[in-house]
């Protein structure tokens, strides 16, 4: 696999990635304009891009196109940011992978897990740190769409669009190791046009232990949310960064931990059947359905 990195606004490839995101995703709110993607990775240079790494740490934003050697096909796509941060004296980093995708000609050939290796393995070099400093502390967030908030129309049309059905979705990440951060994330508005997503949860993958250091995830969600979703403007103009990030500031002063759910064992016993009463039991979301799993398993 032949990966190809774009960090400027002005890289041809950029209109490749586009044009093939643009077939792979289709929610309005989660949907980012060419002009986003343009203004995020113009943040990597210049004044702008030294005024937010002394406010946020090293970045970088970048968007990747993924080929197969042997004939150029493209097989993937992926849009994250990568950021360091240093968390009382250790540094850290992380990664927010925004978007990934296999377009439909290149699916079930084994592309996607290739691709998420692949670009997880490049975040130490994407902030040209040598992933011995860190040791193991690599850290990889995701928005997943929760089934249990999701309008209908929107479950049944993203199913439809992606040939995935959305707990198969959840099982996907899951057999990748990601957890569901006991949170209640809320994706700032992408544009003045869009509406926030509290439709989605926020997972990781990487993360030792039951739980995880809410003082990384508040300086992971201060960078992600003010350079990727914000396009570089002050995080104090959107409401719903700051609340989120006034809990988590008060979480971290406590040296309060995030629990992480197991989706996977939770979903591992789910059939067409139980899946159907799920949508239909009234559950909040899906935290609250994960949650009184674990009160189930534990007791």
Avoid at 92 to 115: D, E
Wanted: charged share 20%.
């Amino acid at each position: 696999m032949q990966l190809d990195i774009i960090d400027c606004p002005d890289d041809p490839n950029l209109r490749e990635f586009y044009a093939a995101y643009q077939r792979a995703f289709i929610l309005p709110d989660e949907i980012e304009e060419l002009a986003g993607f343009q203004a995020c990775l113009s943040l990597n240079h210049g004044d702008a891009h030294a005024r937010l790494s002394a406010e946020y740490g090293p970045f970088l934003e970048a968007c990747v196109l993924a080929r197969d050697e042997a004939d150029g096909a493209l097989v993937g796509g992926a849009n994250l940011i990568a950021l360091r941060h240093d968390i009382a004296g250790i540094p850290v980093l992380t990664a927010n992978l925004n978007y990934i995708f296999v377009p439909g000609p290149a699916r079930g050939q084994g592309w996607f897990a290739r691709l998420l290796s692949a670009v997880t393995a490049g975040i130490p070099g994407m902030l040209a740190t040598s992933s011995q400093n860190v040791g193991t502390r690599i850290l990889l967030f995701i928005e997943q769409n929760d089934p249990l908030r999701m309008d209908a129309a929107d479950y049944a049309r993203e199913s439809a669009h992606s040939g995935i059905d959305q707990f198969d979705r959840l099982r996907i990440w899951a057999a990748r190791g990601a957890r569901v951060v006991d949170f209640a994330y809320v994706q700032p508005a992408l544009s003045s046009e869009q509406s926030p997503d509290d439709g989605l949860v926020y997972s990781v993958i990487g993360a030792q232990g039951p739980t995880l250091d809410s003082c990384v995830l508040a300086s992971h969600l201060r960078g992600f949310f003010g350079i990727s979703v914000l396009k570089g403007k002050p995080i104090a103009s959107d409401p719903v960064a700051v609340r989120q990030l006034d809990t988590l500031a008060a979480l971290c002063r406590h040296n309060t931990s995030l629990p992480l759910l197991d989706a996977g064992k939770a979903l591992g016993g789910l059939d067409a059947s139980a899946t159907r009463r799920l949508l239909a039991s009234g559950h909040g979301s899906l935290r609250e359905w994960l949650r009184s799993c674990q009160r189930s398993n534990v007791a």
